[in-house]
């Protein structure tokens, strides 16, 4: 395992993005997610690359399943609480 990949089961992952929104994600939503590097290089994606939906479907289906990803969980933490700051900020803005 190379420095920095860590497994993880699948619905650690699920749960995490379903803290995020607010809501348990579709498919569509938690590729996403997965997907969105925020300030980080393509090679920070959370599997390694980008995801499809259709992969982001299978992963929702299987919770138990441990998978290797490449960030840290101090970083998949520092991840979320960014990403939830953010969108505070915005709901903020647009007011009531």
Same mark, same amino acid.
């Given at each position: ?13 699920? %749960?995490?993005? &379903?803290?995020? @929104?607010?809501? $348990? /994600?579709?498919?569509? +939503?938690? #590729? ?7 300030? %980080?290089?393509? &090679?920070?994606? @959370?599997?390694? $690359? /980008?995801?499809?939906? +259709?992969? #982001? ?7 138990? %399943?441990?998978?290797?990803?490449? @960030? ?14 953010a ?10």
């Open positions: 395992m190379a420095s920095g990949e860590r497994k993880v089961m699948l619905g650690f992952l699920v %749960r995490w993005c &379903e803290a995020a @929104l607010g809501h $348990r /994600p579709t498919a569509e +939503e938690f #590729a996403a997610w997965a997907n969105d590097t925020g300030e %980080r290089s393509n &090679e920070s994606r @959370l599997f390694g $690359r /980008p995801i499809t939906v +259709e992969e #982001a479907s299978t992963i929702i289906g299987n919770p138990g %399943r441990p998978v290797t990803v490449n @960030l840290e969980p101090a970083e998949l933490l520092r991840k979320w609480v960014r990403k939830r700051r969108d505070r900020s915005q709901d903020k803005l647009a007011g009531p």
